[in-house]
Each structure stands twice: as structure tokens, then as C-alpha cells.
């Protein structure tokens, strides 16, 4: 079922083992139309963006293993060209323009995808780990988890709202924060950061950004944070986040960093009752946090990981109205190897979106 002329071989970046490089083929096999299975559709990408996941992916640097030969990315946005035969209830249509995420698929029956925690299901499927992901042309990925982009916002704009906003937007949803609470963003300034500052202040929260350099500093707070804390220059971050807040500490802290520092802290810079949220996924780190002052002060630490179908739906819908902007840098697919390296390096700022159209 398409009206669309699909080729039969597509340009992708594939990784064929592990620790070694990213190969851009140029002759790689489209799945035909016919061969999709029920609830598959068949997305012709306009970009993807490029996420720090899709590194750990291709290095396999995590206690969990990709699929081999794999095809990353999980930050697509496309047209769907194709949806396989015998699908029912499809609640998009070819034609549409949808959104891939890194939970590409869950089985929606199962008690985690019934309470919500679609990402937490046993059978999920994952964008450019365990199926093929969005560094390719033409993806398969499944009706029931796409996620419909609204008219108005360029398919750049949205890209990496699809795993950065999601994951940074479900993590300030449940941060268990009311209007008008602390915030403590560490890495600000950074991909997942900058978009964290907005939709915290979507929510009326009021934002101390750490992260480091002049550059960062003025975007913060050009973004709304109101309270800025270089981390290499403070002798003391704990405490100059407790005389930010009038002395109490922080309601909430969102941390998406790698090292395990930056949760240690957070326990100390909580006022009684705060909430660490826990979003990044360092392969070793261990959370090491002071169970005495854990107890005493009645600190939540919960663990977020990227978001569900409606979680998704929210965060594009608020980029979608203008109140929340990626910051990002287009280049062309074939630039992956070297968008890897400056992710190692720590030199990109903001988001990178490869284009598809671009050569
Ligand atoms: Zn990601
Ligand atoms: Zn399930």
C-alpha cells in the first residue's frame, strides 16, 4: 500500500562490529512495501539527529549489547511511505510525518506498558540498538509508536526533541516540583540541558544552571535560567547552590551527567523533601549518596528513562507552540564519524541533525 516510487537501496551509516568504525554504504537494502510486517510502516527520513546513546551504541560501552551490523540513530523525522499489510487500527497514515524515538516499539499489554512504562516493557524495541535506527534513509519502524509531528514545526526543529526534549521533559514531569521551586540543572549548557531550562521554566520552576565557560553562561541564561554557577570557577558548588535558594538548598536537580560526582552532590544541595532525578546512563558509574543525610532530610532519588508515546506527544507538542527551541548544527549523514568524534572530545554544543538531502 504506497503511492510513493521507494528505491531498492539506500544510503546509510552502518557499524559492522563494535569499537570499530561507521561505514557509509551507499547500496544498502530498502525493505519493500510487501515485506513489512503487520503494525511495521516504512518512513522515509528528512533527518535524524545524533545522540550521545547513538556513541555508546557503536563503541559498545554498555552493560547491554546492540544488535550486529547496526544502523543507530533514534532522533528521526520522515514521511510515512508504506505501512504493512493487515495492519489494524493504525493510528497514523501514509502520508503522515511522524517522529522516531529510542523506544520504537513496545508490546502495549504487559503491566509495565499498561501503567505507562512503555519504555520499561521486556519485549521493547529499541532505535538503533536492537532494530535498525534512523541513520539511513528509508526506516522501518511501528504504527503504534511513532509519534505524529504537528504542522508548523520544521522536521529539523523536532528532531532531537524526539530522545533530548523527551527524556529532560519526563524527568521535569515527575521531579515531583511545583511552580515556583529550585531547579538545579547540571551540564546547562548542554544538548540535553538547554532543553531541560525551557521546559523547566514551561513549568514555572526556577533554574540554577552549572555547567562552565562564557558561551554556556550567556546561553542559560538567555534561556531563562536565573541563576548561573560555573562549575570550574565555584570553590564550593554545594554551598553556592544552598546561597542561590536563600540557604535551604534546591527542590529538584535533574542530572544527566556521566560521572558519578554530580549525583553525590545533589543529595547534599536538596532542601528536605528534594528530588534527584536520575537521567543519565553511564555504562560503570555507581550512585554513591550518603544514606544518613538520604534518610534525614527525606530525599527522593528516582530513575528516568527517556519517556512513552504520550510523554513524547507532550514535549513536541510544547516545541510545537514555540516555547521550547533546539539548539542545533545541520550536517550532512556523512559527517557521523566526525560528530562522534567531537562527542568524545565534549566540543559540540547544543545538538547536531544530520539532513538526509544534504550531500
Ligand atoms: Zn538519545
Ligand atoms: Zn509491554
Given amino acids: 500500500m504506497s503511492n ?7 544510503k546509510a551509516a552502518v557499524v559492522a562490529k563494535t569499537g570499530g568504525s561507521i561505514e557509509i554504504k551507499n547500496d544498502h537494502p530498502v525493505r519493500a512495501p510487501k515485506d513489512l510486517a503487520p503494525g511495521e510502516c516504512l518512513v522515509k527520513l528528512e533527518c535524524s539527529g545524533a545522540c550521545h546513546t547513538d556513541l555508546h551504541a557503536a563503541l559498545g560501552d554498555w552493560p547491554l549489547a546492540p544488535k ?33 524515538k529510542w523506544l520504537a516499539d513496545s ?28 541513520f539511513q534513509e528509508y526506516v522501518v519502524s511501528f504504527v503504534n509508536h511513532v509519534t505524529p509531528i504537528p504542522e508548523g514545526l520544521p522536521s529539523d526543529e523536532a528532531a532531537s526533541i524526539l530522545c533530548a526534549g523527551v527524556t529532560v521533559y519526563r524527568a521535569i514531569k515527575y521531579s515531583q516540583t ?36 562564557a558561551e ?11 541563576k548561573w554557577i560555573d562549575f570550574k570557577e565555584s570553590k ?43 537521567v543519565g546512563l553511564p555504562g560503570q558509574a555507581k550512585l554513591e549518596a550518603s544514606i544518613f543525610f538520604t534518610v534525614l532530610k527525606g530525599i527522593s532519588i528516582l530513575g528516568s ?44 554544543a547544543g545538538r547536531v541533525v544530520l539532513d538526509m538531502s544534504k550531500k
Fill in 107 to 134: 508490546c502495549l499489554q504487559c503491566e509495565q506498558c499498561r501503567k505507562g512504562r512503555e519504555q520499561c516493557c521486556s519485549e521493547a524495541k529499541l532505535s538503533g540498538f536492537t532494530v535498525d535506527g534512523t
Fill in 236 to 278: 564550593d558548588i554545594v554551598q553556592d547552590i544552598r546561597d542561590a535558594t536563600g540557604g535551604q538548598g534546591a527542590h529538584s536537580a535533574v542530572v544527566t551527567s556521566a560521572a558519578s560526582s554530580g549525583y553525590t552532590q545533589a543529595v547534599d544541595y536538596l532542601r528536605p523533601g528534594g528530588t534527584l532525578m536520575a
Fill in 178 to 213: 511545583e511552580a515556583g521551586d529550585w531547579m538545579v540543572l547540571p551540564g546547562a549548557g548542554g544538548g540535553l540541558g538547554h532543553l531541560a531550562i525551557q521546559y523547566a521554566r514551561v513549568r514555572g520552576l526556577r533554574v540554577i544552571a552549572v555547567d562552565t565557560g
Fill in 305 to 348: 528513562y527517556v519517556g512513552n508515546r504520550q510523554d513524547a506527544r507532550e514535549a513536541i507538542d510544547i516545541a510545537a507552540r514555540g516555547q521550547v527551541k533546539v539548539h542545533f548544527v545541520s550536517r550532512p549523514l556523512a559527517d557521523l564519524k566526525d560528530v562522534y568524534e567531537g562527542m568524545k572530545a565534549g566540543t559540540i
Fill in 4 to 10: 510513493f516510487t521507494i528505491p531498492e537501496t539506500q
Fill in 68 to 100: 550486529l551490523p547496526l544502523i543507530g540513530g533514534h532522533e528521526g523525522v520522515g514521511i510515512i511511505v508504506a505501512i504493512g499489510e493487515h495492519t489494524s487500527k493504525s493510528p497514523v497514515k501514509v502520508g503522515d510525518r511522524v517522529g522516531i
Fill in 216 to 226: 554556556k553562561k550567556e546561553l542559560c541564561l538567555k534561556l531563562g535560567a536565573e
